[in-house]
């Protein structure tokens, strides 16, 4: 899978939730389901901040 097409795989919910984080937000009122997707695919750490993985896809998604 390429890294452009991992933005894609991505739903809407939890396209919606790296932008969040990028901007400086938190997962604290979203569903625990989309931090579990996200963690399991490893662009969100144990702390559901945003990891360098989700940092990676965000930003070639912005490029594209």
């Known amino acids: 899978m390429s890294d452009a097409s991992g933005w894609d795989a991505l739903t809407r919910f939890e396209q919606?939730?790296?932008?969040?984080?990028f901007g400086g937000g938190s997962l604290r009122n979203d569903d625990p389901?989309?931090?579990?997707?996200?963690r399991?695919?490893?662009f969100v750490d144990?702390?559901?901040a945003l990891a360098m993985?989700?940092?990676?896809?965000?930003t070639l998604a912005m490029r594209r």
């Open 40 to 42: 399991t695919r490893g």
């Open 16 to 21: 919606r939730a790296l932008i969040k984080l």
């Open 33 to 38: 389901a989309v931090a579990n997707g996200l």
């Open 53 to 58: 993985a989700g940092l990676f896809v965000l």
């Open 46 to 48: 144990e702390n559901n």
